[in-house]
């Protein structure tokens, strides 16, 4: 079935670090792709997503390029910050009923 | 304004009791969904509703019953809760079923089972 897989937290860096996080979903179907954040005590929050291979998503200075030959969409930061501390979920759409399927989340801690 | 508002904010209550969750969302959306968050962050969908219809039921225990009185409210109903059912639950809506709608999410219900 479906499927997205997420590098394994947690992931601590100091400020104004590059931030890189994995994400590899099933190639079944022509998925849209999608990063969700979750700041401490809050839902989930769209963060960024690409409808179609080579799109690139991007928003508060988070990128993801959507990359069919390697099945995946990796998150990436030029420079973290304090608030960028939060949970970050890679998703894929779903093949019916606009079901998502979520990665199993990466904890970021940014250090001042 | 609060687009997806999910009530009670925290639940704690005795193993057996039964109780619910509401939703509300008033982003004139189609589609509504439930979610539950174990410990350790995973996300897993439980229900999703389109226009009041029952679309996706994923293989949860019969003691939980969705009910969609109109396409603006998806409450969640438990029974005879178990020490598992522990974890916060989130109630989110989507425009329409298509795959490239993203889904907008409530803050989520804490429930802790005694």
């Known amino acids: 079935g479906d499927s997205v897989t997420q590098m394994e937290g947690p992931v601590t860096l100091s400020e104004e670090a590059f931030l890189t996080i994995n994400c590899t979903y099933t190639?079944?179907?022509?998925?849209?792709l999608f990063w969700y954040v979750q700041y401490p005590g809050e839902g989930l929050q769209l963060l960024l997503k690409?409808?179609?291979?080579?799109d690139k998503g991007s928003n508060k200075g988070f990128e993801a390029t959507y990359r069919k030959e390697t099945t995946s969409f990796h998150l990436e930061k030029g420079s973290v910050q304090v608030s960028d501390s939060a949970v970050y979920f890679c998703?894929?759409?779903?093949?019916?009923?606009?079901?998502?399927?979520f990665g199993q989340g990466t904890i970021l801690t940014v250090h001042p | 304004d609060t687009a997806v508002s999910q009530t009670p904010k925290y639940l704690v209550t005795q193993m057996g009791n039964d109780k619910s969750i509401k939703c509300e969302q008033n982003?004139?959306?189609?589609?509504m969904y439930w979610y539950k968050q174990d410990s350790k962050k995973f996300l897993k969908i439980m229900f999703s509703?389109?226009?009041?219809?029952?679309?996706i039921n994923e293989t949860v225990p019969n003691r939980f019953s969705p009910k969609s009185p109109d396409k603006a409210h998806l409450n969640l109903h438990i029974n005879s809760l178990e020490l598992g059912d522990s974890a916060v639950y989130f109630c989110?809506?989507?425009?329409?079923?298509?795959?490239?709608?993203?889904?907008?999410f409530g803050d989520g219900t804490r429930l802790s089972i005694l």
């Open positions: 989110a809506s989507s425009p329409a079923q298509g795959l490239n709608q993203p889904q907008h």
């Open positions: 190639a079944t179907g022509y998925p849209s």
């Open positions: 690409a409808t179609k291979a080579d």
């Open positions: 998703a894929r759409g779903g093949t019916s009923y606009g079901k998502l399927t």
């Open positions: 982003l004139g959306h189609d589609t």
């Open positions: 509703y389109n226009n009041k219809e029952l679309i």
